[in-house]
């Protein structure tokens, strides 16, 4: 395990003092960046995905969706 340290303003400091009893503020540090690192890199693989979508070249005919709500119509 590595060690990360941040500064805080003193009273931030004193009031986190105040609720250490009840509070373990390495570990709620550490959930929040572990949810931050999961939020971000979800982040790229939707933008990794959708770039992929971008380049895909494939289209859909023209008339499809008129056709195929007919044929629903249709068949209905």
């Known amino acids: 395990m590595s060690v990360f340290s941040v500064k805080i303003r003193k009273d931030l400091k004193e009031?986190?003092?105040k609720y250490k009893d009840k509070i373990n503020w390495a570990e709620e540090v550490r959930?929040?960046?572990e949810m931050r690192i999961k939020e971000?890199?979800?982040e790229d693989n939707f933008n990794e995905?959708?770039?992929e979508?971008?380049?895909a070249k494939?289209?859909?005919p023209k008339?499809?969706?008129t056709?195929?709500?007919r044929e629903d119509r249709d068949t209905g």
């Open 15 to 17: 009031k986190m003092n």
């Open 58 to 60: 494939w289209s859909v």
């Open 67 to 69: 056709e195929t709500v």
């Open 40 to 42: 971000l890199e979800a």
């Open 49 to 51: 995905i959708l770039d």
């Open 63 to 65: 008339s499809f969706a």
């Open 31 to 33: 959930r929040f960046i």
């Open 53 to 55: 979508l971008k380049k």
